[in-house]
């Protein structure tokens, strides 16, 4: 019953939600930029990744010389 109750607010809450309206010296057709962080998640995950492989490559060739 508590899962349904959160569900209905959830779905029927948005409908109550508005965006900031324009002020006096805005221009609603300025274009919004999606850029403000994206290029570093995308190097953070490029370094991450090349990490990952680097390790990966060590740990084989440590344990290839193990044996």
């Not at 962080?37 to 440590?62: C, E, M, N, P, R």
Request: hydrophobic share 35%; proline share 9%.
């Amino acid at each position: 019953m508590k899962k349904l109750i959160l569900l209905l607010t959830l779905t029927f809450g948005s409908f109550l939600l508005y965006a900031q309206p324009p002020g006096p010296g805005d221009d609603p057709d300025t274009p919004v930029p999606f850029d403000g962080g994206l290029s570093l998640i995308i190097a953070a995950g490029v370094g991450y990744g090349a990490k990952k492989a680097y390790d990966a490559k060590k740990k084989k060739q440590t344990d290839a010389s193990e044996k």
